[in-house]
T-cell receptor, first 115, second 116 residues
Framework: AQKVTQAQTEISVVEKEDVTLDCVYE???????LFWYKQPPSGELVFLIR??????QNEISGRYSWNFQKSTSSFNFTITASQVVDSAVYFC????????????FGAGTRLFVKA | DTAVSQTPKYLVTQMGNDKSIKCEQN?????MYWYKQDSKKFLKIMFS???????INETVPNRFSPKSPDKAHLNLHINSLELGDSAVYFC???????????????FGAGTRLSVL
């Protein structure tokens, strides 16, 4: 069965520190997508990134970077030089096709960035 | 323009009441979804509709009945509300139900339901 584990429930850092959010997933499918979403205190879900299972290239977008490793079934997210505005809950998610496009979310990691 | 809009944003009601949450998307997508986020922030899919037809139905009490009058709308009706129904409900849409490179789920802002 598919599963997404975010072992870190809460992380607290001081501004300008780098922080890595871990995500480990389980799936039997060879074709799947992995996502990261941000949920700021205002509550909406903001799409950050999607990777497909055939593309293990790491990605960098500004202060954000993602490390996808199929060998360890991990899709970790690093924020460099964190800022207070990065404070949010971050969700890792796995999408598969099981008769319909279905997304399984991890439990989320709450990130506090202190000034 | 808001891509996926849900109304109301907040809903406070008494146990036993029946209530509806509306969702509309203006993206021209064929597929829509409802997710529930509980008090511990855990997000779980409830339903998915493609072109007005139900394609995913997770283990959800039959007090919850989604209704899709057209592919741009997916409303969620809840009968006989219980305390445990208190949660944030998110609507989402995607181009189609297939797992393709073009497909991303776009989420609404959520509806916070409080059952007293």
């Amino acid at each position: 069965a598919q599963k997404v584990t975010q072992a870190q429930t809460e992380i607290s850092v001081v501004e300008k520190e780098d922080v890595t959010l871990d995500c480990v997933y389980e799936t039997r499918d060879t074709t799947y997508y992995l996502f990261w979403y941000k949920q700021p205190p205002s509550g909406e879900l903001v799409f950050l990134i999607r990777r497909n299972s055939f593309d293990e290239q790491n990605e960098i977008s500004g202060r954000y970077s993602w490390n996808f490793q199929k060998s360890t079934s991990s899709f970790n997210f690093t924020i460099t030089a964190s800022q207070v505005v990065d404070s949010a809950v971050y969700f890792c998610a796995l999408s598969e096709y099981t008769g319909g496009f279905k997304t399984i979310f991890g439990a989320g990691t709450r990130l506090f960035v202190k000034a | 323009d808001t891509a996926v809009s849900q109304t109301p944003k907040y809903l406070v009601t008494q146990m036993g009441n029946d209530k509806s949450i509306k969702c509309e998307q203006n993206l021209g997508h064929d597929t829509m979804y409802w997710y529930k986020q509980d008090s511990k922030k855990f997000l779980k899919i409830m339903f998915s509709y493609n072109n007005k037809e139900l394609i995913i139905n997770e283990t959800v009490p039959n007090r919850f009945s989604p209704k899709s009058p057209d592919k741009a709308h997916l409303n969620l009706h809840i009968n006989s509300l219980e305390l445990g129904d208190s949660a944030v409900y998110f609507c989402a849409s995607s181009q189609d139900p297939q797992l393709t490179a073009k497909n991303i789920q776009y989420f609404g802002a959520g509806t916070r339901l409080s059952v007293l």
